[in-house]
């Protein structure tokens, strides 16, 4: 695999996994208009890493205090609304949905429902639910103002990121604007809730790679580097988008999904594509 195509794939992992738009759909349907070859299931474990060390690093602190008062330890640090000692547990609680989705569906997720169609069609679909729940939801402020419920809820969208198209950003942040978070709050607690069920499957498939031989030879640089660039991508991502939905609307976002996911559906019928 040439340095520069992880480069590009490094970028497009960093972008697609935080904003609500679907990596999933953008690494399938990008690299086959650039055609490039498939670099295989060891590649996608590397951009997953990265985009893990992208949550880990920019969360740090949060996660140092939602861990500590959800084990019963008095920590107050940057964010008031994550000192509450059940936000550990909501996204304890939201995980599951995700992780029984992942292991019933994944062979249907990496085989039948991976074309140009589904896709399309979940980024149309999902942008318009999107653009719904963001103009109705209410604004609860914060996440300490999260309930059970909001957690589940959330939880058992973010297991319907499992469909090509649908990005598990999108879904799970319109979920919670559905329960009437304020939109940052709803995007923190998104990032927060992906990161379990990144590393679960990320674990999950280094193990299958481990059973194939492990990294094949010469990709270790390019492996390297789509982990570097999609780290440092989402990073940059994560404070941009954070930022922008404290005075904006996921709009933007809404129609990007609907125009891509036209020409997604118009590249499959017309000529061909990912059918």
Same mark, same amino acid.
């Given at each position: ?19 609500p738009v679907?990596?999933?759909?953008h ?7 650039l ?32 861990i ?8 107050r640090g940057?964010?008031?609304d ?21 292991? $019933? ?17 979940? $980024? ?52 919670? /604007?559905? /329960? ?15 990161a ?5 499957a990320?674990g ?18 390019p492996?390297?580097?789509g ?23 996921l709009a ?6 609907i125009i ?16």
């Amino acid at each position: 695999m040439p340095l520069y195509q992880a480069i590009i794939l490094g970028i497009i992992q960093g972008l697609t996994e935080f904003l609500p738009v679907s990596s999933t759909a953008h690494l399938a349907i990008i690299p086959k208009l650039l055609n490039f070859a498939d670099p295989g299931l060891g590649f996608d474990i590397a951009l997953h890493v990265g985009t893990l060390a992208a949550i880990f690093i920019f969360f740090f602190r949060d996660w140092i205090q939602l861990i500590a008062n959800g084990l019963g330890f008095s920590y107050r640090g940057e964010r008031p609304d994550e000192n509450s000692r059940s936000l550990l547990w909501f996204l304890v609680i939201g995980t599951i949905p995700v992780l029984i989705a992942g292991a $019933l569906l994944k062979k249907y997720a990496e085989g039948p429902w991976r074309n140009f169609y589904v896709m399309g069609a979940s $980024l149309i679909l999902i942008g318009i639910v999107m653009a719904i729940g963001d103009r109705y939801g209410r604004e609860k402020h914060g996440l300490d103002s999260m309930t059970w419920s909001d957690a589940l809820a959330i939880g058992v969208s973010q297991a319907l990121a499992v469909v090509p198209g649908v990005s598990r950003s999108g879904i799970t942040i319109t979920a919670a /604007r559905f /329960r009437h978070l304020d939109r940052e709050a709803a995007a923190r607690f998104s990032f927060l809730l992906s990161a379990p069920a990144i590393a679960a499957a990320a674990g999950k498939d280094a193990l299958d790679l481990h059973k194939e031989g492990g990294i094949p030879p010469g990709m270790k640089l390019p492996y390297l580097a789509g982990i570097l660039v999609s780290a440092i991508v989402g990073i940059l991502v994560i404070a941009f988008f954070l930022k922008f939905l404290r005075r904006n609307s996921l709009a933007v976002f809404v129609w990007y999904r609907i125009i891509f996911g036209i020409i997604v559906v118009a590249l499959a019928v017309f000529f061909r594509v990912g059918g």
